[in-house]
């Protein structure tokens, strides 16, 4: 058994955890929207057609910034088609995934059900194919009372009140050379530095993310978002990070220390905000949106990327196992370390396409990423602390020495809610929580997930191989909580202590 000590101290603080690391993502590829979210000839579907044993998973799961319409689909993306009478709205080929877009679920039909589900609407505007003007008639038509153009066409549709939505995305990934209208980063950088100053024009108030490097294996990478921020410095509040990692070598060990690698990405990132904020002499140093993350290797090959001209075909179809939640558990785990710079995530993506829930005409299942999800964003509330993992460590071949304890830490008044991945194979671990300044008096709740066979998956057949429960395996004595955690685990618990 490994024996580790968390060591954390009440005044040696990191920031307060932003809700919004507990976003989502939700785009017009595959069977997201059509056959996932929405799905009128469905048993479960409420007055607009959305699915509501799909919402009440969401609402488990309780997500904060929801990211739409996408993705690489907004690049090719014009939202007057997706509002008006449905009939009138046109069948278009969207070239970003191949498939046939109906566009029957457009902006205010997503704004309805981010009302249902309490969501923060974060919009993606299209700076591939799309202009300037675009995209601010667009935020006229969400934000603006009434009495122009563009407000009063929404008037016209049938919803007399703004949305109000306050977060915008300026494009998607234009450092990719997949991405439709992809240009050098000047280019772009020019393009969202226009776009943005004429947003705000229309509203003052909104919040902007400017498309960072989308990944680290791009020859652009960091030097992407150098350029764009020193033409954009000044008009965006966010830069967006992305990171898909996957066990491409089918070595678990290997697989679950990837988070040095989710660390390092997110500190390098920050360090060109940080860089161009003294260098530039901005008047604020630029945080971090991780609007796209997850696992996600399987399905991406040619197959599961093309939908062939087909409506709502099954693309990036991922099935989830224990290994990859606990790998979810640890990119959390990071965002919650870095709340001095992360201040939006979001989990690309929530129905279907590489997603914790999954469904099958009208059954639906939850993958084993659902559990960590949950389990953390219902402690989420609070102020990051910094942590100090005293205990064993193992040398990964990728991603350097890791140590077995992956962590973070959160208080809120006097609750304390500690997160921990056991990243041992095969040893069971015991974990004392030592706070230099205060002491654990008592365990209010706690959850766990665990397994023998890290390729443990949910299916139809056996929905619940791999679940979260409660966990009461804990001592608590001289003000140390003492918890015992078995191999290959996942677990999340909130303590009362006394300072």
């Known amino acids: 058994m490994h024996k580790t000590t968390l060591h954390l101290h009440t005044a040696f603080t990191v920031d307060r955890v932003d809700p919004r690391i507990f976003g989502g993502f939700l785009e017009h590829m595959g069977r997201a929207v059509n056959d996932g979210v929405y799905r009128p000839q469905s048993a479960h579907a409420d007055d607009l057609g959305f699915r509501k044993d799909v919402q009440a998973a969401l609402k488990r799961l309780d997500f904060t910034a929801m990211r739409y319409p996408g993705g690489n689909f907004v690049s090719g993306y014009h939202w007057l088609d997706g509002v ?34 309490g969501w923060t609407p974060m919009m993606a505007v299209n700076l591939g194919t799309g202009t300037p003007e675009e ?5 006229e038509y969400t934000n603006i ?3 122009s153009k563009w407000a009063d066409l929404r008037r016209e549709h049938g919803f007399e009140k ?15 050379h997949w991405q439709i209208g992809h240009v050098p980063a000047e280019n772009y950088a020019i393009s969202a530095q226009q776009t943005a100053r004429m947003m705000r024009m229309c509203d003052p108030d909104i919040e902007l993310v400017v498309c960072g490097s989308c990944t680290t294996g791009l020859p652009t990478y960091l030097e992407w978002d150098r350029k764009v921020l020193e033409h954009c410095r000044d008009e965006v509040d966010y830069l967006s990070l992305h990171r898909y990692v996957g066990n491409h070598n089918d070595d678990t060990v290997d697989y679950l220390a990837v988070g040095n690698s989710i660390d390092d990405q997110i500190e390098a990132t920050d360090a060109v905000c940080h860089s161009v904020w003294k260098t530039k002499k901005t008047r604020k140093k630029v945080k971090l949106s991780f609007d796209e993350w997850n696992v996600w290797y399987r399905a991406n090959k040619a197959e599961h990327v093309d939908g062939k001209g087909k409506f709502a075909p099954p693309l990036l179809e991922e099935v ?13 785990n990071s965002f919650i370390r870095h709340a001095d710079s992360v201040k939006i995530a979001n989990l690309a993506q929530i129905v279907n396409v590489i997603a914790p829930i999954f469904t099958r005409g009208d059954e639906m299942i939850l993958q084993t990423i659902f559990y960590p999800i949950e389990m953390m964003s219902k402690r989420r509330e609070g102020i990051s602390l910094q942590v100090q993992v005293e205990g064993p460590s193992y040398t990964s071949a990728s991603y350097g020495e890791v140590s077995f304890l992956d962590t973070s830490a959160i208080l809120n008044g006097d609750r304390l809610s500690v997160f921990f991945v056991n990243r041992d194979l095969e040893k069971p671990m015991e974990v004392q929580v030592k706070i230099g300044d205060a002491s654990v008096t008592e365990l209010v709740d706690a959850e766990f997930l665990a397994g023998t066979d890290p390729k443990a998956h949910n299916t139809f057949d056996a929905p619940h191989r791999v679940y979260s429960c409660v966990h009461e395996d804990v001592t608590i004595s001289n003000g140390v909580a003492t918890i015992s955690l078995p191999p290959m685990c996942v677990y999340a618990g909130t303590f009362k202590i006394e300072r």
């Open 84 to 117: 008006g009478p449905r009939e009138n709205r046109p069948k278009v080929r969207d070239l970003a995934w191949q498939s046939i877009e109906t566009n029957e679920v457009g902006t205010n039909e997503f704004m309805q059900l981010s009302n249902r589900m």
């Open 135 to 139: 995209a601010r008639n667009w935020l």
């Open 145 to 147: 009372e009434g009495g």
């Open 162 to 176: 703004p949305w109000d939505i306050k977060l915008w995305c300026l494009g998607n990934e234009m450092d990719g």
């Open 320 to 332: 989830y196992n224990l290994e990859d939640a606990l790998v979810a558990a640890g990119f959390l």
